[in-house]
């Protein structure tokens, strides 16, 4: 605000300051709009992860009973949890069912991370007029319990290297960002470019996959 030129709306007294104010208060409102968006996100993906890893059935109990009972859990190390063998779906098996969601998952855990990245640059985004602004570091939590959550998708970011974010800054620009400034106008649009295009998500292999498991299960995923 200090560098633009106001024209006639200079002469209005306390201008600056009003407009500093209101732009600070839209900062917040958008800051906390963004913190929740990327809090979804990392919930959808642990949801994912949770799912990836429990298609498995086992039977439970002695098979004496007239009444079949199930378990997420082994108790016959020689149960491979496929139902005790009962047809379900008439070519896959579950190893098959657990590769494809693997790989699915495996895509929304690589985009989860790159959104981290652009979440840390955005909510660090601060001018000349904003120096309370600090600036996020790949070790800091963006929100309360952010770790564990990560944690549950192998994805620590107390123990990752310092270079797998300067390896996610290639993807994105090849002009560095220095630390405590804003980046110019097209750097941030790379950057919203990154946020909305979703770049590690094959969507064509995911549509794939729905297809292929739809027709396994007779079930019409809509995407």
Known sequence: MKDMELGVLSDMPDIQKKACWKLLK????HHDKLVSS????VATVVNMVNISTSLRCFLKGGTSSPLIQFSNSSEDINDNGDGGGIPVFTFWSISSFEKSASELVQMFKLELYLKRLLVIEFLSLRSNED????RLCWSDEIYEGEFDNLSRCDLDCNEASESAPQKLYAHISNAPVESNCQPDSDILQVYLTAWLTDVNIDKNRVGDIFSEVGEEMHVNFVS
């Open 131 to 134: 120096p309370i602004i600090k």
């Open 38 to 41: 990327y809090k979804d996100m």
């Open 26 to 29: 839209q900062q917040v409102l």
